[in-house]
């Protein structure tokens, strides 16, 4: 398994501005994971992060608003550009061993409330 | 489009008693099914997996079924416990690029006292 860490663990922020999530695992993991969960609704994933290449993005979601950095394998970070109230959710970063990687291992998440 | 749907947004069991947790899906191309428990303000954790060539999967007091003529799976928790209280994500794997799994929107399991 893996031990994973959020910062920050939740945060209130101003419409029209940016906010950096950071995600610290305490082993190396090949594959890292950005997901959202709305209220009420399922974990989205946003996109995969592995290191040395760049991420890849799912349908609906883009580099210039989810910019993602994967600058070795133990660190990760999430930036939600230019935020309006429909970015409110919480963000989570997971990770997985590649021969296993249905069996993923999250963080405690993000609580971001824009207002 | 939900291509991992769970129908009950909650469901209340008595403590000792069978909990069954359902779930449907629409895409055949699905090879892992697993099952994600969630406490507030923790992020999910793995509970159990099985194979879209199996139809069951036991580790102790969990054990999933899979269906795949009918595209459903269930989770079974006996007996129910109080700190089985949590929300109980079902997912898919899809191959492809990046082997991503898709979550459904979670059922809310209360265990009654």
């Known amino acids: 398994s893996a031990v994973i860490s959020q910062k920050p663990s939740r945060d209130i922020c101003q419409r029209g501005t940016s906010l950096t999530i950071q995600c610290q695992v305490d082993s190396q993991v090949t594959m890292m994971f950005w997901y959202r969960q709305q209220p009420g609704q399922s974990l989205t994933l946003i996109a995969t992060a592995n290191q040395g290449s760049e991420a890849t993005y799912e349908s609906g979601f883009v580099i210039d608003k989810f910019p993602i950095s994967r600058p070795n394998l133990t660190f990760s970070t999430l930036t939600v550009s230019n935020m309006s109230p429909e970015d409110s959710s919480i963000y989570l970063c997971?990770?997985?061993?590649?021969?296993?990687?249905?069996?993923?291992?999250f963080g405690p998440g993000t609580r971001l409330t824009v207002t | 489009d939900q291509q991992v749907k769970q129908n009950s947004p909650s469901l209340s069991v008595q403590e000792g008693r069978i909990s069954i947790l359902n779930c449907d899906y629409t895409n055949s191309m699905f090879d892992y099914f697993l099952w994600y428990k969630k406490y507030p303000a923790e992020g999910p954790t793995f509970l159990i997996s099985i194979s879209s060539i199996k139809d069951k999967n036991e580790d102790g007091r969990f054990t999933v079924f899979l269906n795949k003529s009918a595209k459903h799976l269930s989770l079974h928790i006996v007996p129910s416990q109080p700190g089985d209280s949590a929300v109980y994500f079902c997912?898919?794997?899809?191959?492809?690029?990046?082997?991503?799994?898709?979550f459904g929107k979670g059922t809310r399991l209360h265990i009654l006292p």
């Open positions: 997971s990770v997985a061993v590649r021969y296993r990687s249905y069996e993923q291992y």
């Open positions: 997912a898919a794997r899809s191959l492809g690029r990046d082997d991503k799994i898709i």
